[in-house]
Every structure is written in structure tokens, then in C-alpha cells.
């Protein structure tokens, strides 16, 4: 599997679709990011069931702010259409594996029900 770059064109109906989607927000200044790039692109090579995405802030400024991105990399996990996951920061390769597997053993249920009850205790 191969990473994708995404743009604001692109962006919502990839995240919200079903299945994983993995979004790493980079720019090409960036050194973290730079480091990060080959250990994202191999965890794309040994999950071809996952989605994985790169957003180039510095090309995508308008969506990088509408996602508040305020560092960088960040790494976005999408699970059926819902953010699971949003940390700033490179990952080591074991701790992007682990990552994976748990957003992969999230019941979904679950994750539907609390985001219900947040959004009815923010009403």
C-alpha cells in the first residue's frame, strides 16, 4: 500500500469513510517529520488494509488551520469516519505498530456511544 497526499479537496471523504485511516501532518522544513516519513511509509507497506495519508502543511495551510494543527508532524488516526487518535510528535516504528493495533481493537460501539454522550453533555 502506498501513502497518499491528501488536500482540502480530498480530505473529508477519505477520513470519513470506513475501515482505519492513518493522516501524518508534515512539512518539508521539518526535521522530526523528515525522520518520520520512511517509518510511516513502512508501516503503510505491512498494512494494506489501513489507509495512510500525508497532508503538506505548508501546501495545505487553510486545512492544516481548520485541524488545528499547531505542531508538527502530528498523526491523526480516523476509525469509520471518527478521530480516535491525534498526537504531535514523531513515532519509533514499535510505538506507530502499537498504535495500529490498537485502533484496529477499538470496539466501535463503544467509541459511538461515548461520542454520543460527549456531544449530548455539550448541548
Excluded: Y
Excluded at 25 to 44: D, L, T, Y
Excluded at 104 to 114: I, K, P, T
Amino acid at each position: 500500500m502506498t501513502v497518499t497526499d491528501l488536500t482540502a479537496a480530498d480530505f473529508e471523504q477519505t477520513v470519513s469513510g470506513d475501515g482505519i485511516v492513518l493522516v501524518d501532518w508534515w512539512a518539508s522544513w521539518c526535521g522530526p517529520c523528515r525522520v518520520f516519513a520512511p517509518i510511516f511509509e513502512a508501516a503503510a507497506e505491512s498494512h494494506p488494509d489501513v489507509t495512510f495519508a500525508k497532508i503538506d502543511t505548508e501546501a495545505e495551510v487553510e486545512l492544516a488551520t481548520a485541524a488545528n494543527i499547531t505542531s508538527i508532524p502530528m498523526l491523526m488516526a480516523f476509525r469509520d469516519g471518527i478521530l480516535v487518535f491525534a498526537q504531535p510528535g514523531a513515532l519509533p516504528a514499535a510505538a506507530l505498530e502499537e498504535l495500529i493495533g490498537q485502533v484496529q481493537g477499538l470496539d466501535m460501539d463503544e467509541v459511538r456511544s461515548a461520542v454520543a454522550a460527549a456531544a449530548a453533555d455539550s448541548d
